[in-house]
């Protein structure tokens, strides 16, 4: 079984522009949950998806949004990037609430 | 507020030697905790989880240990080896909205 693929692995922006990443869960997981990790701070909650639904919501802006399609992949957008959205971005998929989550290797996230 | 709290920051051990971290929570109502080993750069890796009514979980040379009452959970590491260096992050889930609630984890540094 293929695990939780995040593309890219890597990507480097300038301030003010916008940002697509990509999650594709584990087969037959439905829920998808996306998170900042920045150096020396914990894991951050962004959100997290459930049968194309957000069914929960951290503390970031409005910059920060998410959608997830049919097949359960995931996408999170960022717009307008500022320098301290500089982080790892980590996405874990599930089979459901409270159920062991699966993380992506995440995507590495500078804004120059 | 629900918080997770990790101690100790960091920690510098020799290789063989056995360690313990600590975490303490105030999430309530409590459903379960989780242990993950992440390594630097990667998505985090789960190592134990615990329900209310479960005090110790070993996965290999891992023991957690949960104490309902007082709030707090540990994780020993036996005969420690180099590839045990990593960040170590404890992460509680809500009962209800299941949303997981995360330490800042603890940076273990095994030497040879």
């Known amino acids: 079984k293929a695990g939780v693929t995040q593309t890219p692995r890597y990507l480097i922006k300038t301030r003010g522009q916008q940002v697509t990443l990509s999650c594709s869960p584990i087969?037959?997981?439905?829920?998808v949950s996306w998170y900042q990790q920045t150096p020396g701070q914990g894991l951050q909650f962004l959100f997290e998806?459930?049968?194309?639904?957000?069914?929960n919501k951290g503390n970031f802006p409005g910059r920060f949004s998410g959608r997830q399609f049919s097949n359960s992949r995931s996408e999170m957008n960022v717009s307008t990037l500022e320098l301290g959205d500089s982080a790892l971005y980590l996405c874990?998929?599930?089979?459901?609430?409270?159920?062991?989550?699966?993380f992506g290797q995440g995507t590495r996230l500078t804004v120059v | 507020k629900n918080q997770v709290e990790q101690s100790p920051q960091s920690l510098i051990i020799l290789e063989g030697k056995n360690c313990t971290l600590q975490c303490n929570y105030t999430v309530s109502p409590f459903s379960n905790l989780r242990w993950y080993k992440q390594d630097t750069g990667r998505g985090p890796v789960s190592l134990t989880i615990m329900t209310f009514s479960e005090n110790t979980k070993s996965n290999g040379r891992y023991t957690a240990t949960l104490d309902a009452d007082t709030k707090q959970s540990s994780l020993h590491i036996t005969a420690s080896q180099l590839s045990d260096s990593a960040s170590y992050i404890c992460v509680v889930s809500a009962r209800g909205n299941y949303q997981l609630i995360w330490g800042a984890g603890t940076k273990l540094i095994i030497k040879p």
């Open positions: 998806y459930f049968s194309e639904t957000q069914r």
């Open positions: 874990a998929s599930s089979a459901g609430a409270g159920q062991r989550a699966f």
């Open positions: 087969s037959g997981h439905r829920s």
